[in-house]
């Protein structure tokens, strides 16, 4: 699949080089300048997320599991969320996703995020990513002139690409999505809540 922006850069175009699986089980380190934040700076635990738009575990999770996570932690100050950023097959319309999610502006940026990740199969089926982001542009008040702009930025891209190669040479990050709990690799099966209420009630012992 491809998104066909004529300008728009790819991965291996800023030689990247790599291919990342799709949706894989899975490190991490202190929240960066660059990292995207929800939920109190003095949440006693902090959950690092590396996703990508395009990867289905990731909307899986971002559906039916983030949403109490959101709702039990975040929002009660007991977890800080940071996400970050990966690119997964095909990985233009990963990039379009994001890089569109940044142009939203802090504000709006999970809403974004959330909308591409809700659209997937509807971009999958159809082929028309290009025109489904589109569509979500416009819910976030980005004009098709400044759309082409967004996602054709080459100063974000690289941001995305230097961050990628951090996160997998130094934290061997090789899917998505990969969880970290303060600062450990968490092996996330799949299941719902109760796997994270578990997880989160470990962490805050270790703390204790």
Request: negative net charge; contains cysteine.
């Amino acid at each position: 699949m491809s998104m066909n922006f004529g300008k728009f850069l790819t991965v291996a175009a800023l030689g990247l080089g790599l291919m990342v699986s799709a949706c894989s089980k899975g490190g991490g380190d202190a929240v960066k300048s660059d990292d995207m934040v929800m939920g109190s700076d003095t949440a006693p635990i902090t959950m690092i997320e590396y996703a990508s738009v395009t990867c289905s575990h990731c909307a899986q999770f971002n559906e039916t599991v983030f949403p109490d996570i959101k709702k039990n932690y975040i929002d009660t100050g007991k977890v800080k969320y940071v996400f970050r950023e990966f690119l997964t097959p095909p990985n233009d319309v990963s990039a379009a996703g994001v890089l569109l999610a940044r142009c939203a502006g802090d504000d709006k940026y999970f809403q974004v995020i959330d909308s591409v990740m809700r659209s997937q199969r509807e971009i999958f089926e159809t082929g028309d990513a290009k025109g489904v982001l589109l569509r979500i542009a416009k819910t976030a008040g980005i004009s098709d002139e400044k759309f082409n702009t967004c996602v054709t930025d080459e100063a974000g891209l690289k941001r995305i690409n230097a961050n990628m190669e951090s996160a997998i040479k130094e934290h061997n990050i090789t899917g998505t999505p990969t969880f970290l709990i303060n600062g450990k690799k968490y092996d996330y099966k799949g299941g719902d809540i109760k796997e994270f209420d578990t997880a989160f009630a470990a962490a805050t012992a270790e703390t204790k």
